[in-house]
């Protein structure tokens, strides 16, 4: 008889009987991220069939142009965690400040930070998006967490992970020290257990970055990149170029196949593109946890203390020995 696949909830609750001291809080967490998961999938697979494509015509505290699928993504993670009882705060890329939940809604003991829809550039041309988390425990019993509250380092986070709605939807995630895949089957509405433990190559052969911006990096970066494409001894062939403008979807190929991923700091923008809080953080969590490194190519980038909700920082992260090389071009040291 074929093996009964492993649901979504079988494993949160296979995991929540090894800690008996959980609450189950968590799991329901858990399960909630799946559900914004299948409702932004439900929407993405009917795009332009349905009115979802192009902009609000508004751009977002960080001026970039908002996509009305950045919005719906946004308000599903807000209709689905507002009234949950399992947040006490919630913060996204497309908000200026987080949202406080008002006194007499019920509140939970997490805080919830998210990019709601990764990649937005890919959203009317039928490319791969994501949506990233990244989840802090708050220890106010009830009380509201000031914003400050929300920069915690990325080693503080308590989960993290993102989903990817590619060709399949999928569920990545970190809690304690293993990463796990789940993929959605649509015919039954379940994610099932599809990549259990991932475990990212030490070193790959693929790089991720947007080139077109080469002229504006730091020379040590140039020279990481150029060097790349110069044949490996061990491989034969230079490295591959890999990039679709999705976050979410560059980095997972990396994690499962190996390789780099660059959004390095620039002369003019030494603070790089991406955002340390809800991006960069959860991000580092899965790939650390999988045996890979983050890195902004001179400090570890769970290490770094947030200043700012919308705070940017340059990010390297991969296979262990590439990201260490990419340090060291960019530090002087080769
Ligand atoms: P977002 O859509 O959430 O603003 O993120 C876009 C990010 C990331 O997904 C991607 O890797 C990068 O920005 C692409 O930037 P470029 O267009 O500058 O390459
Ligand atoms: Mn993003
Ligand atoms: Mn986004």
């Not at 590619?166 to 099932?192: A, K, N």
């Not at 890195?295 to 920082?313: F, M, N, W, Y």
Request: charged share 20%; aromatic share 8%; glycine share 10%.
């Amino acid at each position: 008889m074929a093996k009964f696949p492993v649901t979504l909830s079988r494993f949160i609750i296979e995991q929540q009987t090894a800690y008996p001291e959980a609450t189950g809080e968590f799991s329901v967490l858990l399960t909630q991220i799946g559900l914004v998961g299948k409702l932004i999938a439900h929407d993405l697979r009917r795009a332009g069939l349905i009115d979802v494509l192009g902009t609000t015509g508004e751009t977002n505290v960080q001026g970039e142009v908002v996509k009305r699928l950045d919005m719906i993504a946004n308000d599903t993670f807000l209709r689905v965690f507002e009234h949950s009882g399992l947040v006490c705060v919630l913060a996204s890329e497309e908000m200026e400040k987080p949202i406080q939940l008002p006194q007499h809604w019920p509140k939970g003991k997490y805080m919830l930070l998210f990019d709601p829809l990764d990649g937005s550039s890919n959203t009317d041309v039928n490319m791969p998006l994501g949506a990233i988390f990244s989840i802090l425990k708050h220890d106010g019993r009830g009380r509201l967490p000031a914003e400050a509250e929300l920069f915690r380092k990325g080693t503080e986070q308590v989960a993290a992970g993102y989903l990817l709605f590619g060709s399949s939807t999928m569920l990545v995630f970190s809690v304690g020290q293993r990463v796990h895949g789940f993929t959605l089957d649509p015919s039954i509405g379940e994610y099932l257990l599809s990549h259990e433990n991932i475990r990212i190559p030490k070193k790959g052969k693929v790089y991720a970055a947007n080139e077109g911006n080469y002229h504006r990096w730091l020379p040590g970066t140039q020279k990481y990149v150029d060097a790349l494409k110069v044949n490996d001894k061990a491989a034969g062939r230079p490295y591959s170029a890999r990039y679709s403008g999705c976050l979410v979807a560059d980095v997972h190929r990396i994690l499962l196949g190996g390789g780099i991923y660059l959004y390095p700091g620039e002369i003019d923008k030494p603070e790089g593109k991406l955002r340390l809080l809800y991006e960069a953080n959860p991000m580092a969590m899965v790939v650390e946890h999988a045996g890979g490194k983050a890195s902004t190519g001179t400090e570890r980038i769970l290490d770094l203390e947030p200043k700012a909700l919308h705070q940017r920082v340059p990010l390297i992260i991969g296979s262990a020995e590439d990201v260490e090389q990419a340090e060291a071009s960019i530090q002087g040291r080769a």
